[in-house]
């Protein structure tokens, strides 16, 4: 059965830092691309960070370049999104979700998709 966990979230300071992990099962890590997507209350979801078969990643929006890292190891079958210097405005539910054969993501053109982890950013 295909999984896609997601953990690591939580309440955090503005400024502060959370690493997200997506714990994969089910199927082979190394065959897909992952990414990582938001959903802010009230917003449409958007793409934060994809990262390709061969390692390569991607960080979607300016707002996030430099302040998030994507990551994967695929003998631990994870996915992980560090997250610094964040703000009140990376306050949402994060995804992640795996496409098969591929090498980047699409908001809408993902396999599988995980539940999903609350990050709150507030003092």
């Known amino acids: 059965q295909v999984q896609l966990v997601e953990s690591g979230g939580g309440l955090v300071q503005p400024g502060g830092s959370l690493r997200l992990s997506c714990a994969a099962s089910?199927?082979?890590?190394?065959?897909?691309?992952i990414g990582w997507f938001r959903q802010a209350p009230g917003k449409e979801r958007e793409g934060v960070s994809c990262?390709?078969?061969?390692?390569?990643?991607?960080i979607n929006a300016d707002s996030m370049k430099g302040r998030f890292t994507i990551s994967r190891d695929n003998a631990k079958k994870t996915v992980y999104l560090q997250m610094n210097s964040l703000k009140p405005e990376d306050t949402a539910v994060y995804y992640c979700?795996?496409?098969?054969?591929?090498?980047?993501?699409?908001?809408?053109?993902?396999?599988?998709w995980g539940k999903g982890t609350l990050v709150t950013v507030s003092s």
């Open positions: 979700a795996a496409k098969r054969r591929s090498d980047v993501c699409y908001n809408y053109g993902m396999d599988y």
């Open positions: 089910g199927f082979i890590l190394n065959n897909f691309a």
């Open positions: 990262i390709s078969r061969s390692n390569s990643s991607t």
